[in-house]
C-alpha cells in the first residue's frame, strides 16, 4: 500500500466577523509530506466545516507517517482496480470542416477574438480568447427532440432533463453484419425508463464515404414502436441515422416518427459504445436549452457504475 500521510499542529483562528479558536496538537489526513501550511490551512478549514475565516496560524507543525482518517479535504483513496466510477466518452470530436452528413454543410471554427486582440483590453499580462463557430445543429454527435420532426413538438428548451440525462442504461449489441434493428431482436431487453442505446459498430466509418453508405445499420419502424410501447426514455444509434437511409426507404422516416411523436429524443452519430456494458452504467446526453430549435449537438457520456 502507498505511504500515507497525517500532519499534526496547533492551529490559531480568527474569524471576519470576530473572535476566534484554538487548537492543540491538531491531527490530520494530509496529501503528502511536502504539504504546504496554506494548503494545511484551508485542509483545516474545510474538515471542520468554518465558515467567515479571516486567518489561520499553524504552529508546531510535524509530518506523520500514518493510515488516513477521512478528512474532508483529501480524496479518498481508490479502491481495487475496477471498482471506481468511470466515465466513458461517446461523442466524436467537432473539428473545422469535418462530415457528419455527406453533402450537408460542414462546421467552420474561427475566432471572434484572439488572444492578441485582447490585450488592448485588459491590463498587461491578462489575455482571453473567444472562439466563434458557424454551423448546422446536425453536426457531430447530436440529439434530435421532437420539434425536429413535428411542428408542435417541443424543442431543445422544452425537453426536460429527465429524457436527457443520468438515464440508466441499456446496451443492444447489434450483430454483425445485421442492418435492420426489428422488434425481434429488442425483445430480450427490459427497456422502461432506460437510454436504449444500438450498438451497430458503424461509428467505424465516421468521417469515411462509407458512413453515409446504404448498407448502414438502422431501426426499423416496428423496432421503434416497440421500444415507445415498453416505456423507453432515449434512443440512440452509432450510426448515421435512427432510420433506413438506402434508396428503398424512399425518404420516410418511421423511426424518428414514432420515437419523437412520443417524446422519446434519439441521439445520432454516438461512437465508443464498445466500451460499455449490457447495464450497469447511465447516459447522458443534454444540449444547451435552445429555444426554436429541435437538434443540438450533445456531449454524450456514460458513468459506469461502481463493481
Known amino acids: 500500500m502507498d505511504n500515507q500521510w497525517r500532519a499534526q499542529f496547533d492551529a490559531e483562528v480568527t474569524f471576519a466577523n470576530g473572535g476566534g ?36 496560524r499553524i504552529t508546531g507543525r510535524t509530518t506523520i507517517e500514518e493510515p488516513h482518517k477521512g478528512g474532508r479535504g483529501v480524496a479518498a483513496r481508490p479502491g481495487p482496480e475496477g471498482s471506481s466510477r468511470r466515465l466513458v466518452e461517446l461523442s466524436h470530436v467537432v473539428t473545422d ?10 462546421p467552420r471554427i474561427t475566432e471572434w ?11 498587461p499580462g491578462t489575455e482571453f480568447q473567444v472562439g466563434r463557430i458557424d454551423m448546422i445543429a446536425n453536426t457531430g454527435t447530436y440529439v434530435d427532440t421532437p420539434a425536429h420532426r413535428f411542428a408542435d413538438g417541443a424543442d431543445l428548451a422544452a425537453t ?4 436527457l440525462a443520468d438515464l440508466p442504461g441499456v446496451l443492444v449489441r447489434v450483430p454483425a453484419g445485421t442492418r435492420a434493428v426489428d422488434r425481434l431482436l429488442l425483445a430480450p431487453y427490459e427497456v422502461a425508463g432506460h437510454a436504449v442505446l444500438l450498438h451497430t459498430g458503424w461509428s467505424a466509418h465516421f468521417g469515411t464515404d462509407r458512413y453515409g453508405a446504404p448498407e448502414a445499420p438502422y431501426l426499423t419502424g416496428d423496432g421503434a414502436r416497440a421500444l415507445v410501447d415498453a416505456g423507453a426514455a432515449l ?23 414514432a420515437l419523437l411523436a412520443a417524446g ?3 441521439v445520432e452519430h454516438l461512437t465508443g459504445l464498445d466500451a460499455l456494458p449490457p447495464t450497469g ?25 461502481p463493481t
Open 21 to 56: 479558536l484554538r487548537t492543540d496538537g491538531f491531527r490530520l489526513d494530509v496529501p503528502g509530506p511536502d504539504t504546504a501550511d496554506d494548503e494545511l490551512a484551508a485542509l483545516f478549514v474545510r474538515h471542520l466545516g468554518l465558515l467567515m475565516v479571516a486567518e489561520v
Open 264 to 266: 422519446v429524443p434519439v
Open 281 to 305: 452504467f447511465r447516459f447522458t446526453a443534454a444540449p444547451p436549452m435552445v429555444a426554436g430549435m429541435g437538434t443540438f449537438p450533445v456531449r454524450a457520456f456514460a458513468v459506469l457504475d
Open 97 to 106: 470542416g469535418m462530415t457528419t452528413l455527406p453533402g450537408w454543410p460542414a
Open 235 to 257: 434512443v440512440g444509434i452509432d450510426s448515421i441515422n435512427i432510420d433506413d437511409m438506402s434508396p428503398a426507404a424512399a425518404g420516410e422516416r418511421p423511426a424518428h416518427s
Open 160 to 163: 426536460g432533463l429527465e429524457r
Open 113 to 123: 477574438l484572439t488572444r492578441e486582440a485582447s490585450r488592448a483590453n485588459y491590463a
